[in-house]
């Protein structure tokens, strides 16, 4: 994913089933190919049996490069649902799921062990389940940028790309082995050559020539709108405690957080940690500036990386008429027989049978959730005949949880 926030493929693998095997095959061959370059590597996955095994021996093979593992946290609060769930408690499920988070983006260790002891207070079973599988995604633990990526909705996303109907109304995962690697090269390349072309070519010889907000990206612009409109609707919990115009050094108390955080321009860090993790100013920088009448300053403190010249550069330019000869062949398939070769360029693919691709296989997760998604309507059907039919949703929030000084 680019600074943009649109995905970037850099390769595919079609494999029978998910193992270890196969998916060290396609890291390798993205290692030879530029992956070897990088200084940092950060897998974000769900808790597979087999990407858990691979990631394990890439740490071991690659210890001169500094590689993390990220769990998914969507997964993760998928599993906690079903935690709860088994130990009746699945009204309690909402403030599990906000104390989580605030576990997670507190900054440092103590204050995220606050918030994991009011979990276990609530469900000792999802507080083993944090300790032992969850802790990858702490803010606190991480030591480079992450920009807030804590999920693999990259990569579901391109699941439901290839689910998108192609010119023959034959979705990629239906069109056998051959043609759902056909078309996922070619829904690739369009998407890449329609990102190429939505970003605007803007370098630094030009740019005066543009606004400042034209030269950056279209998702840092929103993000930053976003965070100075929050600020305003929420500016009585913040307030200046120190202000050093010489160091560019602002202390502010938020009043969410119960605390103080430290703010550094010069450095671009404030004490949340959320200023060095995504690259552009927290809502606690956004805040000094507005206090100090400074706000018209905010998109200096961008990083480049969300320059619209830096992000064009990451995306491969793509032949638009190769795109087009490839539609053109997806719109014949329909005429093929099961025996049929098709020729791309030079290479001879012969695909000998036609079936349809299974829907991927459900997560441990998402199985446990439909049989409680099934007791409940059972449980449901009971109560209405015996009319004891009610609403028993929980209505607590971080507002009622007492914060320690």
């Known amino acids: 994913m680019d600074c943009n926030h649109h995905i970037q493929p850099m390769g595919c693998l079609y494999s029978k089933s998910e193992n270890t095997n196969d998916i ?16 940092h590597i950060i897998f974000v996955s769900d808790d597979g049996t087999a990407i858990n095994a691979f990631v394990q021996g890439v740490i071991k093979d690659h210890d001169e490069i500094r590689i993390e593992h ?29 104390l989580f988070y605030y576990a997670r983006r507190s900054p440092t260790e103590q204050l995220a062990n606050y918030f994991l002891s009011i979990i276990k207070d609530v469900c000792e079973d999802v507080y083993k389940y944090i ?17 807030s990526i804590d999920t693999n909705n990259v990569s579901e996303s391109v699941m439901n790309m290839l689910k998108s109907i192609t010119f023959d109304f034959k979705t990629a995962r239906k069109a056998g082995i051959f043609g759902c690697l056909y ?24 740019l005066k020539s543009f606004g400042n907000y034209n030269y950056f990206c279209e998702y840092i612009v929103s993000e930053m709108v976003r965070i100075g409109y929050s600020y305003e609707v929420v500016k009585n919990r913040y ?3 120190h202000y050093d115009e010489g160091t560019k050094k ?10 103080d955080f430290e703010v550094d321009f010069e450095t671009r860090k404030c004490s949340c940690l959320a200023f060095q993790q995504n690259q552009y100013p927290c809502i606690h920088g956004v805040a000094a500036l507005h206090m100090t009448n400074q706000y018209h300053l905010v998109m200096s403190y961008v990083n480049r990386q969300y320059s619209a010249f830096e992000i064009r550069k990451k995306i491969t330019k793509v032949d638009i008429e190769k795109v087009m000869h490839m539609a053109d062949n997806i719109s014949c398939d329909s005429e093929l027989n099961n025996e049929l070769e098709m020729v791309i360029e030079d290479l001879k693919v012969l695909k000998f049978e036609k079936k349809s691709l299974r829907k991927r296989r459900a997560s441990h997760g998402e199985v446990l959730a439909k049989r409680i998604c099934r007791k409940s309507v059972k449980a449901s059907i009971k109560e209405k005949n015996v009319g004891l039919r009610g609403n028993n949703r929980d209505g607590d929030g971080l507002m009622n949880i007492p914060l320690k000084d």
Do not use: G, Q
Request: charged share 30%; hydrophobic share 35%.
């Open 131 to 147: 300790i032992d599988k969850c802790m990858s995604c702490f803010i606190y633990k991480y030591d480079t940028p992450h920009y």
């Open 250 to 259: 602002y202390v502010i108390y938020d009043d969410e957080w119960k605390c």
């Open 183 to 206: 078309r996922f090269i070619y829904i690739s390349l369009e998407a890449m050559y329609k990102r190429r072309e939505y970003v605007p070519c803007v370098n630094d010889k030009n």
């Open 70 to 98: 990220v769990k998914c946290v969507s997964h993760l609060l998928r599993h906690m649902k079903t935690i709860l769930a088994d130990n009746d408690l699945e009204s309690k499920y909402d403030l599990v799921r906000m």
């Open 239 to 241: 307030s200046i405690i």
């Open 24 to 39: 060290t095959i396609l890291f390798n061959e993205l290692w030879n190919s530029s992956l070897s370059e990088a200084k």
